[in-house]
């Protein structure tokens, strides 16, 4: 059971996350929401423009319009600094059609029951962020720095922690998915979708399990299942975890603890860094029982708790793999329940 996971996890320093009568609701200004409807066909990313999606958001949060661009390949030397702070980066995921079993088999070591497996196609392509939303990148869009590892010589590149569903969605329309795609203005999304006339958002669970796998059918995707559900020598090159992160809970420690910078370790076959570990990644979907083999998913009709994926640094090996599922109540409060391990990656589905 997730809650009695949460509860072996405490005697590590987590913070207890068990039920919703431990959330606490988060205030946050009700806007104009910024429906999919609002953008056109026309503006959408056209389907061969390149494998890498670029947004340019060095104009911060006081600009109208962020622009866009297009990468055949990554850049000669790799992706350097700007792709982590001023710029985001997408990869171009092909399905059209894809199919992906998502779960586990039964005996992968540290399987959960709700990891039964199912196959799932995908009917459109989809770009991902080629890494996790780093504190400068939300800075820069919202205006604020959330994150707990925030020391002003390394926060930058960090993952961005400490931000709900809400913060990244909206409260208000933001929190109706799957009834309507809309996000409410004042959230990230709102304002991405805004300033580039793109319907950006959250991957579906399906889409991150898709984009993490990369093809491969093991606990990792570096083609490896861990043997132990603390530590794993294949998962230390993949990932930042429990094993490898010092276990600080010292906000101005370096990098070489807590949390990494974004693409520190090795990425998947398709190029996406930190979906092993760093921090959960929120999903669109509520959580619930897998509603078996199925096209285009959408999770749950409603539920308490939204899904988070992929691990984290105060976590073991056994929930950094690819098919296992973490869920959350969607609002908190962050200086109350210190989520210091919550983050989150963008998607972009094509028509």
Wanted: net charge negative.
């Amino acid at each position: 059971m997730k809650t009695m996971r949460v509860l072996i996890a405490m005697v590590f320093g987590l913070a207890f996350r068990a039920g919703a009568e431990e959330l606490a609701a988060q205030a946050v200004q009700k806007t104009e929401p910024v429906a999919l409807s609002t953008v056109s066909a026309t503006n959408r990313a056209p389907l061969s423009s390149g494998d890498y999606l670029v947004i340019d958001i060095s104009g911060g949060s006081s600009t109208s319009r962020y622009a866009k661009s297009y990468l055949e390949a990554v850049p000669v030397g790799g992706w350097t600094e700007e792709f982590k702070t001023t710029r985001m980066v997408f990869r171009r995921i092909p399905a059209a059609p894809g199919t992906v079993v998502m779960g586990s088999p039964e005996d992968e070591t540290g399987r959960s029951p709700d990891e039964v497996q199912h196959e799932v196609t995908l009917t459109n392509e989809f770009f991902i962020g080629v890494f996790e939303v780093t504190q400068r990148q939300w800075e820069l869009v919202m205006g604020d720095r959330p994150s707990y590892f925030n020391n002003a010589t390394f926060y930058a590149t960090r993952p961005v922690e400490q931000v709900s569903y809400e913060d990244i969605r909206g409260d208000d329309d933001g929190a109706m998915w799957p009834a309507t795609n809309t996000v409410d203005r004042s959230s990230f999304l709102g304002r991405l979708r805004r300033k580039t006339a793109l319907p950006f958002d959250l991957p579906t669970e399906a889409q991150w399990e898709f984009a993490c796998r990369a093809g491969t059918t093991t606990a990792l995707n570096s083609g490896h299942t861990p043997t132990s559900v603390d530590s794993d020598q294949h998962l230390d090159t993949v990932a930042r975890y429990w094993s490898n992160s010092r276990f600080q809970l010292r906000q101005g420690c370096p990098p070489s603890a807590a949390t990494a910078m974004v693409g520190s370790y090795l990425p998947n076959e398709w190029g996406l860094y930190d979906l092993h570990g760093n921090v959960w990644e929120w999903c669109l979907d509520w959580y619930g029982k897998y509603p078996g083999a199925g096209t285009n998913p959408v999770g749950a009709v409603s539920g308490p708790f939204r899904v988070l994926r992929g691990g984290s640094w105060s976590y073991g090996a056994s929930y950094c793999r690819s098919a296992f599922r973490y869920y959350y109540g969607s609002q908190f409060t962050s200086t109350t329940l210190n989520c210091y391990d919550f983050g989150f990656r963008v998607s972009l589905t094509l028509p």
